[in-house]
């Protein structure tokens, strides 16, 4: 008996050649999954999440394995056209129920791709602010500023109007400060001017702005705008007005209550 | 004035686990018996005081970049010339500015090394290069520009040999030079040193990188591999050798 007629020997109706080729073919599908599989984890891992980039891969992995092995199934001569037709209404049984699965997980993908946000970028998201913690295949989840974690489905993430304050390396922030009428303006805006120079965030450019901004009824208003890094912007901006107040009352110079002069007639 | 069992007796240098510096307004001591040691700093008004718990190794103070001050928010140095140099096309040139200077003090022994204080006397200021929407937050300084080494009060600043090339073909207005700290070589006898260079290679554009010897002098500890290592990151993806300044150099 030759190796040819091992080969052509047939078990449950199956050649031992058309095995041997289905399992090469199963052997292969399993080494390109798995290259797939080790490049999704190096190309993603300093881009997403630990938990995310698993998703991925084995999504991927999985997808390759099941596909592979169904188009394999041909060359032991189980047909795929009764898979087909099981397959296909399964589909579209699994396709109603998954819709909105499925319509989740298409936008995480394309929150990858487009990558409107990223992790720990503060963003607004459908009126909540809070810190992007975990972008995941299905879901975002958003840590607001008082602690609370809000999961958002992807979908709800894609479609939304976005705010991501992080996105760009400065960010502006304004102070309105009233100075009694009987101040000088001008004198004001120098020490306000000179306490800005002193911080080390407050950007050297773009400059600081500060200039009388309105007439109001019970002072002079004065306008200062500053550009922070966006990583430090909040502590700045909380840390510069009671600055710029004790220097102004310092040298003299008051932020009057509100008041109204009464001409009495004789 | 600098006493300990170090190597080296100057500011920087390598010392041992007792070791006590003072310079201008520089303090620092580290003194104790046993494994248990005192650590204190003082710069001006600030001070310092931390525990440290060792029986070997040694205390490294080097030169660091000058980004981790008051905290690490940029990797980038700008550096505004106190007036413009302009640059016929092709031609070479090497200049010497000054940059503001931060002091690392490291722990050290045979396996890691790891920075816990960091100080300055200079004033910090940052500033952006670029448009808001895609610039680079930048420590900010302004240097006289030296046609040779300047004298330098060595705890405050250093000093940047630069050598600017103009590859263009047109005339180069430069009045500030911006450089990606990452890769910041930094050297020291007894005061910090670099060497950089700016090529200028379009209008507008230039890259500028460090050179990465300097014959007689000792290179600084680099900060980053430092932090690295704690982390457990590489960063070797992360340096690039080159910052490509895109925004001009006014």
Known sequence: MTIWDILKYKIAGIEIEAILKFIGAILIIVIVAKVVRINIRRGLKDKLPDATVKNFEKFAYYIIIIIGFVASLSIIGISLSGLLVAGGILGIVIGFASQTVVSNLLSGIFLVIERPIGIGDAVRIEDVDGIVEEIKILSTTIRTWDGIYARFPNEKVFTSKIYNYYSSPVRRFEYKIGIRYSDDANKAIDIIKRVLEEHPFVLKQPEPIVFVDELGESSVNLSVRIWAPSAVWFSVKTEMLWKIKVALEKEGIQIPFPQRVIWMAK | ?250
Not at chain 2, 47 to 74: F, H, Q, T
Not at chain 2, 143 to 170: D, Q, T, W
Not at chain 2, 241 to 246: A, D, G, I, V, Y
Request: proline share 4%; glycine share 8%; hydrophobic share 35%.
């Open chain 2, 1 to 250: 004035m600098a006493t300990s069992s170090g190597k080296q007796i100057n500011m920087f240098g390598v010392y041992g686990l007792n070791l006590k510096i003072e310079e201008g307004d520089i303090k620092i001591e580290l003194a104790g018996d046993g494994k248990e040691k005192n650590y204190f700093r003082k710069v001006g008004d600030e001070s310092v005081e931390k525990k440290i718990y060792a029986d070997r190794g040694e205390i490294i103070v080097s030169p660091v970049p000058p980004v981790n001050l008051p905290v690490n928010v940029s990797n980038h140095l700008m550096i505004e010339f106190d007036k413009s140099i302009f640059i016929e096309p092709g031609v070479e040139q090497k200049i010497f500015i000054k940059f503001p200077l931060e002091i690392g003090v490291f722990l050290s022994d045979e396996k890691d090394v790891e920075p816990f204080d960091i100080f300055t006397k200079t004033k910090l200021k940052y500033t952006l290069y670029g448009r808001p929407e895609d610039g680079f937050v930048c420590r900010w300084w302004k240097s006289e520009v030296y046609e040779k080494i300047p004298s330098i009060e060595k705890l405050y600043e250093g000093v940047i040999e630069l050598k600017i090339k103009n590859n263009y073909n047109e005339w180069t207005e430069i009045n500030k030079i911006v450089f990606n700290t990452i890769n910041m070589k930094i050297f020291y006898k007894d005061y910090a040193y670099c060497s950089a260079n700016l090529e200028i290679v379009k209008k507008s554009i230039g890259k500028t990188y460090f050179n990465e010897k300097i014959e007689g002098m000792k290179g600084a500890v680099d900060l980053y591999l430092a932090k690295s290592r704690k982390l457990g990151i590489s960063l070797v993806k992360e340096i690039e050798k080159e910052f490509f300044m895109e925004r001009g150099f006014k």
